[in-house]
C-alpha cells in the first residue's frame, strides 16, 4: 500500500452526501469516474485524518501530486488514475486542483469572507465536476453551471458538517465575516443547538447558496449525455431542497439530510422537472475538447 492509502477513513461511495457514479452513469465512463474518486476520497482522508501531523500530511499529498503528474509512480490512488487519464487522453488538471484545496485544508483554518470560500471551492469542488464533464465528452462552456453547483454542493456539505468540522479538526468555513454580521462567535459551534446569532449566519450562507443554485438551474439542460444529465437534475434538486431546509433548520441538533422516501420523491420530481424542460446549448455553443474513449 502506499502511505495515502494506510491513513483512508474506510468512507466509499454510499457515505457520500450526494452520488458518486451511481447507476444513472453509463458503465463506460464508472472505471474513470470511481478512479478519480478513490483518488479523492484518499487525498481527503489525508488531510482530515485527525492525528497526523501538518507537515506528514503535506508530504503524502506531495507524493500523489509528483505520481499524478507522471513525476514518481509512488502513490497507488494517484497512478491509477494517472493511467485511467491517460487512457482516455484526459488531462490531469483536475486532480492536481483537488490536491490544492486538500492542502488548504491541512494550514488553513479559518476564512474571511464569502469571496475566500469561493476561492477554496473552485479548488475543492469545481474539478470533481469538470473531471465528470470531460469524462463524457462534455464542451468547457459547461463549466460555469457546474462551477456554480459544485460550489453550491460544497457550502451545503460545510453548513451541515460545521459542529463536526470544528470538533473534530478546529476547522470552520462559516466565514468570519458572517459570523460578525451575525453577532456570533465560532464559539457557538461548540454548542449542543445553535444560538440564535449562529442560526442567522447559517441561513445568511444558506440563503447565498441558493443563489448558487439559481445560477447552476440551467445546468442539466446544457448536457448531452442523457444519463448524466438526469444525474446533474437529481443533484440539483437534493441540493436546492437541502439549501433551503438550512434556512429553517439548525444543523447542529435537528436533522438536515433526507432520508430514502424523501430522496424517491426528489427523484420524481426531477423527472418531471426535465420532462418539461427544453434542451439549452451552453453559453458559446457545443464545441468539445476532447471526445471520451
Request: aromatic share 6%; glycine share 6%.
Amino acid at each position: 500500500m502506499s502511505a495515502a492509502e494506510d491513513f483512508r477513513s474506510g468512507k466509499g461511495e454510499s457515505d457520500e452526501n450526494f452520488p458518486v457514479g451511481s447507476f444513472l452513469i453509463a458503465p463506460r465512463h464508472r472505471p474513470a469516474i470511481f478512479a478519480f474518486y478513490r483518488f479523492a476520497r484518499t487525498a481527503d482522508d489525508v488531510a482530515d485524518h485527525e492525528t497526523l501531523e501538518p507537515a506528514r500530511k503535506l508530504e503524502i499529498l506531495e507524493r500523489m501530486r509528483a505520481t499524478l503528474a507522471g513525476e514518481s509512480d509512488a502513490d497507488v490512488p494517484a497512478l491509477a488514475l494517472r493511467q485511467v487519464l491517460a487512457e482516455r487522453r484526459l488531462s490531469p488538471r483536475h486532480g492536481l486542483d483537488l490536491l490544492e484545496a486538500f492542502r488548504r485544508d491541512v494550514v488553513k483554518l479559518r476564512y474571511a469572507d464569502w469571496g475566500e470560500l469561493m476561492d477554496y471551492c473552485r479548488y475543492s469542488a469545481a474539478p470533481v465536476g469538470r473531471m465528470v464533464l470531460d469524462i463524457h465528452g462534455e464542451p468547457q462552456a459547461t463549466w460555469p453551471a457546474n462551477d456554480a453547483l459544485c460550489a453550491a454542493l460544497q457550502v451545503i456539505n460545510h453548513l451541515q458538517d460545521c459542529g463536526k468540522d470544528r470538533r473534530a479538526l478546529d476547522r470552520v468555513y462559516i466565514p468570519a465575516d458572517a459570523f460578525a454580521a451575525a453577532g456570533a462567535t465560532v464559539d457557538d459551534l461548540d454548542r449542543a443547538a445553535a444560538s440564535p446569532a449562529l442560526q442567522t449566519a447559517i441561513r445568511g450562507l444558506a440563503e447565498r447558496t441558493l443563489g448558487l443554485l439559481a445560477a447552476s438551474r440551467p445546468f442539466a439542460s446544457q448536457i448531452s449525455d442523457d444519463r448524466l444529465r438526469l444525474e446533474v437534475g437529481f443533484i440539483q434538486r437534493v441540493a436546492e431542497d437541502l439549501a433551503r431546509r438550512l434556512v429553517r433548520r439548525d444543523p447542529l441538533s435537528e436533522r438536515v439530510h433526507h432520508n430514502k422516501v424523501e430522496l424517491v420523491g426528489l427523484a420524481g420530481s426531477t423527472l418531471i422537472r426535465l420532462w418539461r424542460e427544453p434542451r439549452a446549448l451552453p453559453p458559446g455553443g457545443a464545441q468539445t475538447a476532447r471526445s471520451p474513449s
